[in-house]
């Protein structure tokens, strides 16, 4: 089992910057790639961002790609999400998840599970 803690979210201006942080603990965190995901108010959660066990590799979503940055400290049990030249329509409820399956596609929600509580950023024009 593992339990993830997101935190950093708020409400911040177009083209701001702000860093998600998601705190792990429980079973070996650096044993699994951990994702992004969002979700804005009538809408589905998505898929922003991911990264493999190592940190060695990264996915993004076409939406944030070039924008923001996912990383990880295996020994501090935490992940983060640079969000740089934030937009109104990054408005949403961001979770943090691990990867559990790897036969489904990375941007697969499905594939993930423990779910944090989410985080809120509001992005005002």
């Known amino acids: 089992q593992v339990q993830l803690v997101e935190s950093g979210g708020g409400l911040v201006q177009a083209g701001d910057s702000l860093r998600l942080s998601c705190a792990a603990s429980g079973r070996a965190f650096s044993n699994y790639p951990m994702g992004w995901f969002r979700q804005a108010p009538g809408k589905e959660r998505e898929f922003v961002a991911s990264?493999?066990?190592?940190?060695?590799?990264?996915y993004y979503s076409v939406s944030v790609k070039g924008r923001f940055t996912i990383s990880r400290d295996n020994a501090k049990n935490t992940a983060y999400l640079q969000m740089n030249s934030l937009k109104p329509e990054d408005t949403a409820v961001y979770y943090c998840?691990?990867?559990?399956?790897?036969?489904?596609?990375?941007?697969?929600?499905?594939?993930?599970?423990?779910w944090g509580q989410g985080t809120q950023l509001t992005v005002s024009s």
């Open positions: 998840a691990v990867r559990l399956s790897a036969s489904d596609g990375i941007t697969n929600l499905n594939g993930y599970a423990y």
């Open positions: 990264i493999n066990w190592s940190g060695t590799s990264t």
